[in-house]
């Protein structure tokens, strides 16, 4: 709106002899219309506003009118009232209802605000009816030079290379100011130089800083600070200005090499220094800074003997001579090396390549020092066969005193060695010998740490690891993996496998284990089972016969000879107990180890299963039983203690009467009872006289009743039957007697009975029956090996 609404002003007085067209909607354009213009058929005077441009001069602190608005209708009778609005209406401007004079009421900022727009009504006083359209006008305020310039992009920061020529561009300041460019010359600026000649010159109008000094030097001066002045009005009298730095540094080029401050350094180093240490350090000087002072050192060993190497230090840019190799004092006192410095970046623009490089001579003397033994080996591994006897020779050591003075040494194993028992030092010659026999599979290395000592001046010592490898000698028998429960099925044909079999041997020969499997030899070939070598230490066992029945045999015995392939070879043999079982289709033995129990008892599965349902019983009685004991237990607890002193406790006697005796000597002779033995330690008991019961019972087929072993046998039992007290049962009579070995019935004897738990419980109860409890029917064919 006010762009459109300035042009209206001007074209207004511009041409007087027009007036403005009544005003149409907000945005719209003025039309400027003649006087003497014919519109209509009954022709009409078209009158309009008159007024002069208007201006307001900023920062003016005198009030006063600045203009006139009035109609052409108006003919200074104050009939007509004016009315202002718009922007500062009434705030700012005011205007003479009567006379239309327009007064400012406060002093004006261009800069905040260069023009208002306000509008402008002339009403009627008798009718209110407004007598001409609303007009809007501009009221400008007038710029005057009440600004200074101000600098942008403070702070102003540059670098230059070092050596440029004279003219070099560094940097552009700009300055701005806020006063009204297009009033004369307010805001027009000028440059110039307050602080930086002969070094810096600035372009007065664009503010351009170049270089007026040519091939400054950066190590002469690195940092300019450049002060620079802008001016308005041309640089004129009466105007403002404003002042900033420059901070002009100079960037470094490489125009500067290596320098050595001096021709020869000395280091001394021990003789006993590691290897890397640091020997000492040298640098070059170098003006430059950054990636042109970084330099490389090397060295030039005139001796060829490479002793040492120099590194560069990537901080500090010295060069660090580090010990390469071990020196000896006894070999070489003094070594003589030129270092060189050369600069990594080489710039022939201000150098010529032999100027980035210098050279020194580094002087190293070797410092002596009392050194420990030497041994002639940084560590020993040695080999001895396990059946070496004792005093046999594993192996010598050996140290020397380096020093000049050669010292004698003396040898021993270092305190806390576990090895002394094992093994024995001389202490004069280093020599390790067997001190104890050894095993290999008990330990197949032995470590140690040999010390060995100077017997004069300081006494120093050294260590080194020994190492003893103990070398396998065939001195153990093979075994089989494991224990072996194999068991035939019932119709297995001839040539089956019913085992597969392995064995191990903790020997660990350097060919590998080869086990060789076979049967023990006799006059006769097993006609049940043989075992077939596989060639892989494995075997197998098949059966010959395809009869195998449980009805006619339920366990075979087989010995397994395994032998190794040592020199000599080494051999054990082993027993199979091979049971016979009724398979499923797949070859598994459903019952598995009940049905072998069961079967060791004389006992087939339908008798355990009536046994199992007999416990299973008796579990259930002894359950009411407690619980019946538990209600007479608290029944007695109300009886009184007179009725408790009447109880009687019945006694078991043995009775008994000889013949043709008179009836006085067969009264009843009591006999206490002997105190029941707690549970655990009777089984322990019976156990140990089960075990001593079955070894016996293994060879009584070939012994009788008047054979020694026998008798011995049979005063035993009855000897420890009489001395124990806690052996089952405790009211009745225990009778031992050979069966023999004849008999087709089977035998009823109780000499097995105490291996079975049950019927050592069931002895004691009133209504114990008897059972068979082994198959010895043909016991002398049972006992075989086949």
Same mark, same amino acid.
């Given at each position: ?7 209206? #002003? ?163 300041? +700009? ?70 730095? #420059? ?75 580090l010990l390469a190799k071990p020196l000896d004092y006894e ?16 710039? +022939?623009?201000?150098?010529? #390549? ?188 098949l059966a010959r016969r395809s009869t195998f029945s449980r009805?006619?045999? +339920?366990?075979?015995?087989?010995? #397994? ?183 087709? +019935? ?23 029956r008897f059972f068979r409890l082994t198959p010895w029917m ?9």
């Open positions: 709106m006010d762009c459109a609404v300035l042009p209206m #002003v001007i074209i207004t007085f511009m041409l007087p002899g027009y007036v403005l067209a009544d005003r149409g909607a907000p945005n719209s354009v003025y039309i400027l219309q003649s006087t003497t213009s014919q519109l209509a058929p009954h022709p009409r005077l078209k009158r309009g506003w008159i007024w002069n441009e208007l201006f307001v001069e900023e920062e003016d602190p005198i009030l006063r009118v600045i203009g006139k608005l009035i109609t052409d209708s108006d003919t200074g009778n104050f009939a007509i009232k004016y009315i202002l609005s718009g922007e500062g209406a009434g705030e700012i401007f005011e205007i003479d209802e009567y006379t239309g004079e327009i007064s400012c009421l406060k002093m004006l900022d261009r800069e905040e605000k260069a023009f208002y727009i306000l509008q402008a009504q002339a009403i009627d006083r008798r009718t209110e009816q407004p007598v001409e359209p609303e007009s809007e006008f501009i009221i400008k305020v007038k710029d005057v030079n009440d600004n200074a310039p101000v600098f942008q992009n403070e702070p102003y920061v540059s670098s230059i290379p070092e050596m440029c020529p004279m003219g070099t561009t560094v940097v552009q300041v +700009t300055a701005t100011d806020a006063d009204d460019p297009l009033t004369g010359s307010n805001a027009k600026l000028i440059y110039s130089i307050l602080q930086g000649d002969p070094y810096f010159s600035v372009e007065p109008k664009t503010g351009l800083i170049l270089t007026s000094w040519p091939n400054m030097d950066r190590e002469a001066r690195e940092r300019y600070l450049v002060v620079v002045q802008v001016k308005d009005m041309m640089g004129l009298n009466g105007g403002y200005s404003a002042t900033t730095t #420059v901070t002009i540094t100079l960037s470094d080029v490489n125009d500067n090499g290596p320098n050595f401050q001096h021709n020869l350094y000395t280091f001394a180093v021990p003789e006993s220094a590691a290897l890397g240490t640091t020997v000492g350090r040298i640098m070059a000087e170098d003006g430059d800074v950054g990636v042109n002072a970084r330099m490389n050192y090397s060295l030039e060993d005139l001796e060829e003997s490479s002793t040492f190497k120099i590194q560069t230090d990537p901080v500090t840019q010295e060069g660090v001579i070999s070489k006192r003094r070594f003589v090396i030129a270092v060189d410095a050369i600069n990594d970046h080489l710039d +022939t623009r201000f150098l010529s #390549v032999y100027e980035f490089s210098d050279r020194t001579t580094v002087k190293i003397m070797v410092e002596d020092v009392d050194e420990p033994p030497v041994f002639s080996a940084l560590m020993y591994e040695w080999k001895v066969p396990e059946n070496a006897v004792v005093g046999t020779q594993v192996g010598t050591v050996s140290a020397r005193d380096t020093d000049a003075a050669n010292n004698p040494i003396l040898y021993s194993m270092a305190k806390g060695s576990d090895m002394r028992n094992v093994l024995r030092i001389d202490p004069n010659n280093g020599t390790v010998t067997v001190a104890k026999p050894l095993d290999r599979e008990t330990d197949d290395w032995h470590n140690l740490t040999i010390s060995a000592k100077e017997t004069r001046e300081g006494y120093l010592s050294s260590f080194v690891e020994v190492f003893i490898r103990v070398l396998d000698i065939n001195d153990n028998a093979p075994q089989l993996s494991r224990e072996y429960q194999p068991h035939i099925c019932e119709g297995t044909q001839a040539g089956e496998v019913i085992q597969m079999i392995s064995a191990t041997d903790p020997d660990d020969p350097m060919e590998g284990h080869h086990f060789y499997f076979s049967m023990v030899s006799e006059k006769n070939t097993n006609p049940n089972f043989t075992i077939r070598d596989n060639q892989d230490n494995t075997a197998g066992i009805k006619d045999r +339920t366990q075979y015995v087989l010995p #397994v000879v395994v032998t190794d392939s040592g020199s000599p070879a080494m051999s054990s043999t082993s027993t199979l107990t091979i049971s016979v079982c009724i398979c499923q289709p797949a070859g598994h033995c459903p019952s598995g180890g009940v049905e072998a129990f069961a079967l060791s008892m004389g006992l087939n599965l339908q008798g355990l299963m009536g046994l199992l349902v007999c416990l299973a019983t008796l579990a259930v009685l002894s359950a009411l039983i407690i619980a019946v004991r538990r209600h007479r237990k608290r029944n007695q607890e109300k009886l009184s203690v007179d009725e408790m002193e009447t109880l009687e406790y019945s006694e078991k006697v043995l009775r008994y009467s000889e013949p043709n005796s008179n009836q006085n000597d067969c009264l009843p002779a009591q006999v206490p009872l002997r105190p029941h033995p707690r549970r655990r330690e009777r089984r322990l008991r019976r156990e140990e006289v089960a075990a001593s019961i079955r070894m016996s019972l293994r060879h009584s087929h070939l012994i009788g009743p008047e054979d020694d072993v026998f008798r011995q046998f049979i005063m035993d039992r009855l000897a420890e039957a009489d001395q124990d007290p806690y052996a089952p049962p405790f009211d009745c009579l225990r009778t031992y007697a050979f069966e023999g070995t004849g008999s087709d +019935t089977g035998s009823l004897s109780s000499l097995e009975s105490c291996t079975v738990e049950s019927g050592a419980e069931r002895a004691r109860e009133p209504t114990t043909g016991g002398a064919e049972e006992e075989t090996s086949f």
